[in-house]
């Protein structure tokens, strides 16, 4: 256990009567847990752990990573075992989700072996970049200088990680431009050794030839063993700060999702299916598992794009504005004709223009978990909600029930702290990581020797709190505070979990202070009805913003007026205003996800729009899914850099022919072989190519014609294996 409060004070009075100088500790169970552990350090005592199983990080002894059930605890508690492990629920590596499957199994007309395939829609790339969760990555620029960070927002995105630059790189033709520094590229690896867990490598006109972006990441892997993205693999299109920031998510989420990938696969062989298993891309189609490891950024808004083909199938519409909502974020589409409109210049996650082709999907970071964050400062007070995601006090009650025990505690201490409710939990299975900074580590490790514990009992210096900051935003803690989910507890709309804990919660967020003296809100159930309120005005706002931007007006063009910001926030507009404003869509609505019934109908109301909550909302993304296909793309590019020759950047390198059409057909050649070997590894069966091309002339008259540049694009399509 955790923390078993009923023996920790048996054991705390034990210590007060004997107080050893050693305390030895053979594992923790449901009897001894890490805070009788913490209570014998607390009164000066040395601890000794002995670690006989891996029960010490994981309370199921891994068997939610080795199938558990196969090797003999079908006749056991499953489901209270793994409740008890929080690691476990947070990595999603739970039994929870066999079970799910097997219900599906025991409804199928059929047996494991008649499926054919698996088709994963996740959300965990985009939660993760949202969130800004991931691994730390050590990032290569070659033939760059530090001026091309202050572009598409790099040096925002890498935050502390560390950038090299190196000599090298290409010039617009495909020559190269300088000698590619292959020392700089070792004592990068020396400066970085042990500190990241991937890296990225981005070089100077990469796309037209990509040698010296190869040749690194054969530098880097034979050094490291790391995982290594190249920039061109990611996007045949230019621009190399953008490339180089699409390059370094990937590398931070390769971890992440090879983890779910693995969890995934563990439950189908514990279920039986030996079918291939597929994940959902951005735009949609799909991607063999294996194939998805190494390009995990692709994955970015593949909820959301499975989802939109689920909603034309439910709702049975094929245009509307799509609003999906989840635990962390709410994706916006537009569906046209049936089919998602793609985005040409790449996926807007979380704040970040990437160059992953993907439907016109915009995130936002508002859903049922966003974290709840009272306002302080000035004299109107508030709440701001998101963009990070926490486990609601309600959901945490369910699993360590003893978080009520603190919160009455916090609240029975008469001065509000702004560290009240709020909870953070361990997620470091194979301990403190070697990369963190020296104040990260000791938190880190005193997070893990003290289980589950109050930001204040883990943090006690502005310091410290910074730290913990950094720790959730690295993934290695878990946040649990107030979120909406709670305040639907306060309320009565949602009751599945525990409604005291969100309460107390509510208690202690509605004391806190602004800036003149006075409580957020004078009840509990007030604090939750402006959190919900907050919520339903965010997400009209967000539709307006989305619906904006698709008509060409620009983006956050609702959120940045303050007339239209100020639109859906209740009372604003009485009856005897001078002026009064509307702002409608010119479509129908449709909401997805497992609280668009609770919400939607709020949001639909502010804004006047006709609302449609399908069926089976909740499993759109499923439904999508499982009739998507693969797709993949590569273009290549011709220029001319000098009269008479025409060049042909193809991923090897730069080929020269003499004739245009000759390039052309070269292009058009290479790019079809290239799109239909990778739809086949993406697991494609039966592939159909489909090229396009754009071909820039210029006349000079008498018939004759200027040669720009040409782009060519293969598209090859086919149904899984």
């Given amino acids: 256990a955790l923390n078993s409060r009923g023996v920790v004070r048996q054991v705390e009075q034990s210590l007060d009567e004997w107080r050893p100088d050693v305390v030895h500790s053979h594992l923790v169970h449901s009897n001894l847990s890490y805070a009788a552990l913490t209570a014998a350090r607390q009164r000066g005592a040395g601890v000794v752990f002995t670690a006989h199983d891996s029960m010490t990080y994981c309370y199921q002894k891994l068997d939610c990573f080795h199938g558990g059930e196969a090797e003999g605890w079908e006749g056991q508690d499953y489901r209270a075992r793994w409740t008890k492990c929080l690691p476990c629920q947070r990595l999603r590596y739970r039994p929870g989700r066999n079970a799910a499957i097997r219900r599906v199994l025991e409804d199928f007309d059929g047996s494991a072996a008649d ?230 210049d790449g996926a807007l996650v979380g704040g970040w223009q990437t160059m992953v082709e993907a439907a016109d999907i915009r995130t936002c970071g508002l859903g049922g978990d966003s974290e709840v964050t009272p306002v302080g400062r000035g004299t109107a007070g508030g709440l701001t909600l998101g963009p990070r995601r926490a486990v609601p006090l309600s959901l945490l009650a369910t699993q360590w029930p003893e978080v009520k025990d603190k919160l009455a505690e916090q609240l029975a201490v008469a001065v509000p702290m702004s560290t009240d409710a709020r909870f953070v939990m361990p997620l470091m299975p194979n301990g403190v990581p070697a990369w963190l900074t020296r104040s990260e580590a000791r938190l880190a490790a005193k997070a893990i020797e003290m289980g589950p514990s109050s930001v204040a009992e883990i943090a006690g210096t502005q310091l410290a709190l910074g730290a913990v900051d950094r720790l959730i935003g690295r993934g290695l803690l878990t946040l649990a505070t107030f979120t909406p989910t709670d305040a639907l507890h306060v309320t009565g709309d949602f009751t599945s979990f525990d409604a005291e804990a969100a309460m107390l919660g509510a208690k202690l967020i509605a004391r806190q202070k602004t800036g003149i003296g006075q409580p957020i809100a004078e009840t509990p159930e007030e604090l939750a009805s402006r959190t919900l309120s907050e919520l339903h005005r965010r997400t009209s706002l967000a539709l307006m913003d989305a619906a904006l931007a698709h008509d060409g007006a620009g983006e956050m063009q609702a959120t940045n007026n303050p007339l239209l910001a100020n639109l859906y926030r209740d009372g604003t507009t009485g009856k005897d205003s001078l002026v009064k404003l509307s702002l409608e869509l010119g479509t129908g609505l449709v909401a997805l996800g497992a609280s668009a019934a609770t919400h939607y109908p709020h949001v639909a109301r502010r804004m006047g729009v006709e609302l449609t909550v399908p069926d089976h909302a909740e499993v759109a993304g499923a439904v999508g899914a499982a009739a998507g296909s693969v797709r993949q793309r590569v273009m290549i590019s011709v220029t001319q850099p000098s009269e008479g020759r025409y060049r042909v950047h193809l991923p090897g390198g730069p080929r020269d022919l003499g004739v245009m059409d000759e390039a052309l057909a070269s292009a058009r050649e290479v790019a079809g072989q290239l799109a239909e070997e990778r739809a086949r590894k993406a697991g494609a069966a039966s592939v159909s190519i489909e090229i396009s091309e754009d071909i820039k002339l210029v006349p000079l008259g008498g018939g004759k014609e200027l040669f720009i540049e040409a782009l060519v694009q293969a598209t090859a399509d086919g149904a899984a294996a």
């Avoid at 799509?322 to 040409?344: E, H, S, Y």
């Fill in 115 to 344: 499926i054919g395939l698996v088709s994963l829609s996740t959300t965990l790339a985009t939660n993760a970049v949202v969130e800004g969760v991931g691994g730390r990555v050590g990032l290569l620029m070659i033939g760059f200088d530090e001026t091309s960070l202050q572009r598409a927002d790099l040096a925002r995105a890498l935050g502390q990680d560390p950038v090299f630059f190196i000599n090298g790189g290409h010039a617009a033709d495909g020559a190269p431009q300088a000698q590619l520094d292959e020392a700089a590229i070792r004592e990068a690896v020396n400066a970085t050794e042990g500190e990241v867990s991937a890296y990225a490598v981005a070089g100077h006109f990469a796309t037209r030839n990509p040698a010296h972006e190869s040749r690194t990441r054969d530098l880097l892997r034979d050094l490291t063993g790391a995982p290594v993205t190249c920039s061109h693999e990611l996007s045949s299109s230019l621009g190399g700060p953008r490339r180089a920031l699409t390059a370094v998510l990937n590398a931070r989420l390769i971890n992440l999702l090879d983890r779910l990938v693995a969890a995934t696969e563990g439950i189908m062989a514990d279920e039986g299916l030996s079918c291939q298993l597929m994940v959902v891309k951005g735009d949609g189609s799909l991607l063999e598992s294996g194939y998805a490891r190494s390009r995990p950024v692709e994955t970015v808004l593949s909820g959301p794009a499975a989802s939109l083909a689920g909603a034309a199938f439910l709702a049975g519409t094929r245009t509307a504005m799509v609003a999906d909502i989840g635990g962390t974020t709410t994706d916006i589409a537009l569906l046209q004709n049936g089919a998602p409109r793609l985005k040409p």
